[in-house]
């Protein structure tokens, strides 16, 4: 790219490039339509003929990240943020559900652990909020995403493309001066390229977002959109005097990965279905011929010689009391076919298969509290449990250092948008609402300039990401450990010195907030002395 500061992109460059991007994520395309066609055919609950060992593990594993949601809290750098990151902390999860982003995290969820990776956007939406503009969150598909082959951060691919079907209809209404239809062989020519001949253009069409980073003329990195259709531009963030700062001013891709097992290769990574196909694939075939096996050893077969003399419809019908035979029967004539006895290593060879299934996919019994060997104590099997789930923390971490990326985003978007007041309502301890009226406070535009116009301070915040965990057993453990601090006298002021020496050796959630009760406990006692 050019170093000069505004200019027209160059859309023939760009689709160059694209046609580069696509032939270089072609081996992982076809290895999600393949995993994807097997999952169709082999582990969809319609597939009734095959087993559904890999599928439980999968049902498994989505329970568990949905179970551990990741939500999020702001902390300031700098004690004069400190109202601005508990606005923040409150407003941050009222944003993500305007977005239903509990339904995208689920529904992300099921490509990450089937194929490798979930894909988020996090884009600023003008049409949204009744034409002011909010921030929206979006899962993208695989196939609609472009960038650069070999990059372990998306961050360093040197452009990206985000593709999206357009009616065109809709397009023309939006983009009066962009003649759709006068254009049809470019427009069509484009997302077949993209999409390949199965396109329908009948009435579609392919827009391409173009992200690009560039320098400006102090040397700043900035990040650019250009928006196409065929080879015609629809917007260009650097011919527009108001994007001086680029279209996003954060200037990060508004995609983030979140995936399963890294690929050194791939940024998307890959997922179960990749490790547990081959262990699902040997437990069917053998599964497949044992029901063969049962099938024809449930059945009554035998010999017969042509010359038997028995009417064999007579002989098939059970209501028929009497058959009748000409000549003789006996066991040269007429005997039974007898199956030899099932071999106890098939048996014996499926179980290992179906126990290596679940242990390459770490979803043994005892995750879903299933015992074996004996073990029948409650504490040995959470014990077990703890264990065994270190697979499933080990994604789950994976999701909250996505979504710290998401928030890092979010908090960007409220720097540069927000500039207008907006209303959001929360919930206060005793569960009552309250109401806050949030006026971009933090934004550069309102921060105090020195007399040159020049910023004083830009304000940043630390994202501290947590785990909102829905399980029965973990709520149990919590306040078991509650009543067993409250009965051992722990939150009786004489003994508040005590167990605040007593709880910097534990860890456990929200002990910042019972060691902050317990220090005003002591402080409220001490100035009660000091008055008496």
């Known amino acids: 790219m050019k170093n000069n500061n505004t200019s027209t992109p160059n859309v023939t460059e760009a ?114 909020e009744d034409g002011l503009g909010d921030i929206d969150i979006r899962a993208l598909r695989l196939e609609d995403i472009f960038w ?21 209809e809709t397009l023309d209404a939006a983009y009066p001066d962009a003649r759709i239809h006068e254009r049809k062989r470019e427009v069509d020519n484009v997302s077949l390229e993209v999409y390949g001949q199965g396109f329908d253009t009948d009435g579609r069409c392919v827009v391409v977002d173009w992200y690009y980073k560039k320098l400006d003329a102090q040397g700043m990195q900035r990040l650019h959109l250009c928006k196409f259709c065929g080879d015609m531009i629809l917007y260009s963030s650097e011919t527009d005097p108001a994007c001086a700062c680029g279209w996003y001013e954060h200037g990060q891709y508004p995609v983030i990965f979140d995936s399963l097992y890294p690929d050194e290769e791939n940024i998307h990574g890959f997922g179960i279905i990749s490790v547990a196909r081959g262990a699902q694939n040997s437990i069917d075939r053998i599964d497949n011929n044992l029901l063969d096996y049962a099938d024809w050893s449930s059945k009554a077969r035998f010999w017969a010689k042509k010359s038997l003399g028995v009417n064999e419809r007579d002989f098939r019908d059970l209501s028929r009391s009497i058959v009748e035979v000409e000549g003789d029967i006996d066991e040269e004539k007429l005997r039974q076919i007898e199956m030899a006895r099932l071999d106890e290593s098939i048996l014996e060879l499926r179980g290992l298969k179906i126990d290596e299934l679940k242990e390459t996919t770490g979803t043994r019994d005892f995750l879903q509290g299933g015992t074996t060997g004996g073990v029948v104590a409650a ?34 978007l409220i720097r540069q948008f927000y500039d207008t007041p907006r209303y959001f309502r929360v919930k206060g301890e005793c569960g009552d609402n309250k109401y806050i009226c949030y006026t971009g406070i933090f934004s550069d535009k309102n921060k105090k300039r020195s007399q040159g116009g020049e910023l004083i301070r830009r304000p940043h915040f630390d994202i501290e990401i947590s785990t909102s965990k829905k399980s029965t057993s973990f709520a149990e453990t919590a306040n078991s450990l509650a009543r067993e601090l409250y009965d051992s006298g722990a939150f009786k002021p004489e003994n508040a010195e005590q167990t605040l020496i007593m709880l910097e050796l534990m860890s456990f959630d929200g002990i910042g907030k019972v060691k902050k009760m317990l220090r005003e406990t002591v402080s409220r006692a001490q100035t009660g002395a000091d008055a008496t």
């Not at 109202?83 to 009222?94: E, F, G, K, T």
């Not at 959470?382 to 789950?396: A, P």
Request: hydrophobic share 35%; net charge negative.
């Open 379 to 412: 504490t040995a099997i959470k014990r077990l449990q703890d264990s065994g789930e270190k697979y499933s923390r080990d994604g789950i971490e994976g999701s909250c250092r996505a979504f710290e990326k998401i928030v890092t985003l979010i908090i960007e």
């Open 15 to 128: 689709f160059d490039i694209l046609r580069e991007y696509k032939r270089g994520k072609q081996s992982l395309e076809s290895r999600i339509i393949s995993e994807r066609e097997f999952w169709q055919q082999r582990c969809r609950p319609a597939a009734s003929d095959q087993s559904a060992w890999l599928f439980n593990s999968l049902l498994s594993k989505h329970a568990d990240i949905v179970d551990n949601l990741p939500v999020c809290s702001c902390l300031p750098r700098e004690e004069c943020d400190e109202q601005d990151a508990a606005l923040l902390s409150q407003i941050i999860p009222i944003i993500t559900d305007r977005c239903n982003f509990k339904g995208l995290y689920s529904d992300n969820s099921w490509f990450k652990i089937k194929y490798g990776a979930a894909i988020y956007g996090v884009f600023w939406n003008n049409s949204l």
């Open 148 to 168: 650069e082959s070999g990059v372990r951060d998306i961050q360093d691919s040197k452009n990206l493309f985000v593709c999206g079907v357009w009616d065109k």
